[in-house]
């Protein structure tokens, strides 16, 4: 006997249906967008607070690497409250806190004070990844979580290329504790409107039903139960996450810390204005977007691990002519190109493979370690990177970055070769043959 009808949870609420999966998909991607404008504004205000206070670089890589620190050891508790208590109420308390510390932060007149700011930014910034990629793997699961991730990438891309553009040009009319402000008040009115709008995802659609078919069955199609697998013990299934974040630490170790020090070196080292160095970061930043949906597109196809390979050796070439090479202003506007692109293609593969490999029901914990490992590589290289660029000079301290990013396509490639799918076994489905068209 069915339940009666007061008792039975709305349809909305139980499917996953293709209205539902294309707005949460849409709100998440401009959710990452208006998140990484945000965070695009210290490496452009940076420049003015180091010549505000008389910092060196190594100050300026302490400033960034205590935000990556706090919200690397953050994004795991963080992943775990998403597994328990869900997406939607950590995402909110995550941007009030990042609008609070950059409020906070924007009034700072010493040190202390922004290193202080920098840790309440840093945890509210570790909510977002665990909370939102989970999301984003539930509501793309049917039309190609590879693509999924590469349109979310793309979506942060975007943010942070405007990021950079836009907080150089308000920095220089408002001052940089003015565009600061602005940009919060505008964050904070933004918040409120996602959560109008945003729907609630069906618990669970990304880890019970087959990948692949229709959004909502017909009923002359009802869903075949696949067979169930022996999973391993719990040790053994979270050991490929750790390894993968691992891995990642060193992606986050390059990416972070180029993104961060971009500004500093375009002006210190390539001579240009603060504007300028917004305007050409934009340009590396944008070419990012085409490098997110290429890198969806192929992980989809190929061997994801063979796509990072492939491509952190391309852009560890490019980053060393960056940071060498004798070209003009169009020779450096096509490497910044070639590089953003290049950095961007790994990574909806590393998302992709995190959701695959994720125990189940650990999605957030699995996307909050992985994370975490990212912004904990950033915090370590990011004095690095200043004391380098102290003590010898910029370009040095970019070519390490390079080799950095080289490595983690190696680890990558040694550990997830010709394994496209490795979560597949551990849910009950048949992983599909490596190299297959996914």
């Known amino acids: 006997m069915s339940a009666p009808a007061s008792q039975a949870p709305p349809a909305d609420e139980t499917t996953l249906t ?3 999966a294309n707005r949460a998909r849409n709100l998440l991607i401009a959710a990452h967008a208006a998140q990484h404008v945000l965070s695009a504004s210290l490496p452009v205000l940076l420049i003015f607070i180091r010549e505000e206070l008389d910092l060196s670089f190594t100050d300026v890589g302490i400033i960034i690497a205590v935000g990556n620190l706090t919200g690397g050891l953050a994004q795991f508790p963080a992943g775990l409250l998403v597994d328990y208590l869900g997406a939607r109420s950590l995402l909110l308390a995550g941007y009030g806190l990042t609008l609070g510390g950059s409020l906070l932060f ?15 930014t840093g945890i509210g910034n570790a909510t977002f990844h665990p909370g939102s990629f989970p999301e984003m793997a539930r509501a793309t699961r049917y039309s190609g979580v590879g693509m999924g991730m590469a349109m979310h990438n793309v979506g942060g891309n975007l943010g942070m290329s405007m990021g950079y553009s836009l907080t150089a040009l308000l920095a220089s009319a408002l001052g940089w ?15 409120v409107a996602w959560v109008l709008v945003y ?8 880890e019970d039903q087959p990948k692949g078919g229709k959004l909502k069955p017909e009923p002359d199609e009802p869903p075949q139960p696949l067979p169930a697998a022996p999973r391993p013990p719990l040790a053994g299934q979270w050991l490929p996450v750790v390894a993968l974040a691992a891995a990642a630490a060193l992606s986050g170790a390059f990416g972070n810390t180029l993104t961060s020090f971009l500004p500093s070196f375009l002006t210190t080292s390539r001579g240009v204005s603060p504007a300028v160095a917004g305007a050409f970061s934009t340009i590396m930043l944008l070419s990012g977007t085409v490098g997110s949906i290429g890198g969806g597109r192929a992980g989809d196809r190929f061997d994801r691990s063979l796509v990072v390979l492939a491509a952190t050796a391309a852009t560890a070439v490019f980053v060393v002519a960056l940071a060498w090479a004798p070209v003009g202003v169009a020779g450096l506007v096509l490497l910044l190109i070639l590089v953003g692109a290049g950095r961007s293609i790994p990574r909806p593969c590393l998302n992709a493979i ?8 650990k999605s957030g914990s699995a996307f909050g370690l992985v994370f975490g490992a990212m912004s904990m590589g950033g915090s370590l290289t990011s004095p690095m990177v200043g004391y380098i660029a102290d003590r010898s000079s910029m370009p040095a301290a970019f070519t390490l970055l390079a080799g950095l990013f080289l490595v983690h396509g190696l680890l990558i490639r040694r550990l997830y070769a010709g394994k496209p799918a490795l979560g597949a076994a551990s849910r009950g489905a048949p992983a599909p043959p490596a190299g297959s068209d996914r």
């Open 354 to 361: 995190t959701a695959e490999i994720a125990p189940k029901g």
């Open 199 to 206: 729907p609630r995802l069906p618990a669970g659609e990304d």
């Open 18 to 20: 293709p209205a539902k």
């Open 106 to 120: 924007a009034g700072a007149r010493t040190v202390p004070a922004m290193l202080l700011a920098r840790v309440i």
């Open 177 to 191: 504790r003015g565009s600061l402000r602005l940009l919060v008040a505008v964050g904070a009115a933004l918040t």
